[in-house]
């Protein structure tokens, strides 16, 4: 039996049929842990991004978990909420992940959105580049709602009139995503809508 | 064989093992030293195929072996199959290609001038096991020191450890938990003034690079290698120095490799008792420094308490308790096993006083609280078991609720019961464990403190 991801306590589970048969995936979680993630499901809509559905809010638990994976490299943790984002999609949706500059990602040394979506089972498509080394979470909100052509098309890629579904990790002033949007969306995408682990509400 | 070295650079990596890419020092005064062979690189985690084709791991910072505690992955960085240890992931991540560096030219030469500045004097039981400790450091041997809760263990430490750092040599104290080595830190300061000193935990950056008396959680040693003359684990059964495989390899690993390893601590486990008796030395202290008894605990039954206080309504007899000592003026300090049942009780006792307290182990005001009991600002605390050890407070009374529960285990009860009369003025007080039915663990608490003040004779 695995321990807890987050607080390395072994985890109790209860036997069952679904387990025996390995229907049931294994908990990554103890209780403890999981019940402090709290499932807000909030979800928008607008222009250029047809419709956002963020799965949690950016609370406390939340900001441990993203520090833990993104800037301790804790790339296991991509496994935490594998359930919960496989659920957030159809088997025929066309995902389109959020890239990393390849540069950063090497130092990262794992391109966090496609882990979290490897996690989850779901198959997708690298269609963006990104074109710079500029990080969002270091710039103020004015400078992030200000910044211009984030992302282009992958050399080759065919955009089709579909719906696209764009993963991101954390969802704050829309800036990113809606970048990527407008450049599926001038090639030929008829519908254009995000799906994030977290909404990030600005006081 | 005189090649120039920064002794800055020396002073820090001398008995380290660090990141290479996390040093207080540039990239180039790093890279120059390795050039100049004065630097060593490793590998962070080597990965090794076994017989079947299993793979297994072995982080060199932390020496975890377990494969639960590796995750191995596609890495961008060496664009392979990498995988990182997970036990000491909080002091930055170590992978295969991430590469450690140790320190291999000339060693630190530290001062031999040391004062002494405590002018207290030692009964003569903890001189006694003063003389024996310092003999066993020089013999090399490792030693147990044994003694009752208020006993006055820190103080015996004092004179092995000036004599040691006369001779210019490099030592730590070792604890499992950060309150222990904060409670510590100032007392000695103020015993060796003159000597660099640090205290190292969670948090706490490296700022004495070239610190000869070095305090530190056990965590903190996975990032030493062969650096101390003398290591002394204060607390040695506290969780989780017993209960983690890798903290006791990670102490060994600090220490030089004839180094002793001593440990102080009032409740030994039996394992320890024995493993110490086959190749060391042991001391008994059995009376407090002012020389009265260890308060004995009272038993009091509290039937149904969880369900009670899950209902928000505090047992009659835990209420009377708590009264008595607000009308009393006496502080209190009472522990419970889980963190959910304190907090419901929190609220019901607050109807009482306001200005009770719970603390436990993930709370941000915990040091905060401590104090203000401690400054007579509040009247009681309510607190799991991390308040068990290392505090002490004026005429302290003290209930356990649960006390059946199997957290309190013999050593935890005679630990929370060490904390009542420690003090000249107030060398007793009461001592009462509120239960739903006696336990082994309570009845050997007590026989155990009974014996402790019986002499150590079997009762």
Redesign the interface.
């Known amino acids: 039996m695995?321990?807890c991801l987050l607080c390395m306590k072994p985890i109790s589970e209860v036997a069952s049929w679904q387990s025996f048969f390995a229907l049931e995936k294994k908990k990554t979680l103890c209780d403890d842990c999981s019940k402090r993630f709290v499932r807000a499901d909030i979800k928008e809509e607008g222009d250029v991004l047809d419709a956002v559905h963020s799965l949690y809010e950016y609370d406390e638990a939340m900001r441990d978990w993203l520090h833990?994976y993104k800037f301790?490299?804790?790339?296991?943790l991509a496994q935490v909420f594998s359930n919960e984002l496989r659920r957030a999609f159809s088997s025929n949706d066309t995902i389109v992940p959020i890239p990393m500059h390849p540069e950063r990602?090497?130092?990262?040394?794992?391109?966090h959105v496609e882990?979290l979506l490897d996690g989850s089972k779901r198959p997708y498509v690298q269609l963006l580049t990104k074109t710079n080394t500029s990080v969002m979470g270091e710039k103020s909100r004015h400078e992030r709602l200000n910044v211009e052509h984030l992302f282009e098309l992958v050399p080759g890629a065919v955009v089709q009139p579909i719906t696209y579904r764009l993963v991101d990790d954390i969802y704050t002033t829309g800036t990113t995503l809606r970048q990527a949007a407008t450049v599926l969306k001038q090639a030929g995408a008829s519908r254009v809508e995000a799906v994030t682990l977290i909404r990030s509400i600005q006081k | 064989m005189n090649k120039p070295f920064d002794p800055a650079v020396r002073d820090f990596l001398d008995g380290r093992i660090w990141l290479r890419q996390h040093t207080p020092f540039s990239m180039e005064i790093i890279n120059e030293h390795i050039e100049s062979g004065m630097i060593e690189t490793t590998a962070g985690v080597t990965m090794k195929k076994g017989l079947f084709g299993q793979i297994s791991c072995k982080c060199a910072r932390c020496e975890n072996e377990d494969p639960?505690l590796f995750?191995s992955?596609?890495?961008?960085?060496c664009e392979g199959p990498?995988a990182?240890c997970?036990n000491c992931?909080?002091m930055?991540?170590v992978?295969v290609?991430t590469e450690l560096i140790v320190w291999k030219g000339p060693p630190t030469n530290y001062p031999t001038e040391h004062s002494l500045a405590w002018e207290g004097t030692l009964t003569k039981h903890q001189k006694r096991a003063s003389e024996e400790l310092y003999e066993s450091t020089v013999r090399a041997r490792p030693h147990l020191i044994h003694a009752v809760c208020g006993s006055g263990k820190t103080e015996i430490l004092f004179e092995p450890i000036h004599k040691l750092l006369v001779a210019g040599k490099r030592i730590c104290i070792a604890a499992p938990r950060v309150d222990v080595i904060l409670e510590l830190e100032p007392r000695l300061r103020a015993a060796f003034p003159s000597t660099k000193l640090e205290a190292l935990y969670g948090g706490a950056d490296v700022k004495a690079f070239d610190a000869q008396l070095i305090l530190a959680t056990t965590h903190q040693l996975y990032r030493f290698r062969h650096a101390f003359d003398a290591i002394f684990v204060d607390e040695a059964d506290a969780f989780p120095y017993t209960a983690e495989k890798t903290l006791q390899h990670a102490v060994r690993k600090a220490a030089k490799s004839a180094a002793p390893i001593h440990f102080v601590t009032a409740t030994p486990s039996d394992k320890l008792l024995t493993d110490i008796k086959k190749t060391g030395a042991v001391s008994t202290i059995y009376r407090r420094y002012h020389g009265h008894p260890l308060p004995g605990p009272r038993y009091e039954p509290l039937w149904n308490y969880s369900k009670q206080l899950s209902k928000g309504k505090i047992p009659k007899a835990l209420e009377n308790w708590i009264i008595q000592r607000l009308d009393l003026n006496e502080p209190f300090l009472v522990f419970f096993h889980e963190i959910e049942l304190m907090m419901k009780a929190e609220q019901a006792i607050r109807q009482l006083d306001d200005r009770v307290r719970a603390v436990h182990s993930a709370h941000p005001d915990r040091k905060q609280h401590v104090q203000d009991l401690r400054a007579g600002k509040i009247p009681g605390l309510l607190t799991t078991t991390i308040l068990e050890r290392g505090i002490t407070i004026n005429n302290i009374q003290v209930a356990v609720v649960g006390a059946e529960q199997s957290i309190f285990d013999a050593g935890a009860l005679v630990q929370i019961g060490g904390r009542v009369g420690r003090n000249v003025n107030h060398p007793s007080g009461d001592f009462v464990l509120f239960h739903n039915g006696i336990s082994y663990a309570m009845d050997h608490a007590r026989r155990e403190i009974k014996r402790l003040n019986a002499g150590g004779d079997q009762p």
Do not use: E, H
């Open positions: 695995n321990p833990q301790m490299q804790d790339v296991a990602a090497r130092i990262r040394t794992f391109a882990k | 639960q995750t992955f596609n890495c961008l960085q990498c990182y997970r992931l909080q930055g991540r992978s290609c």
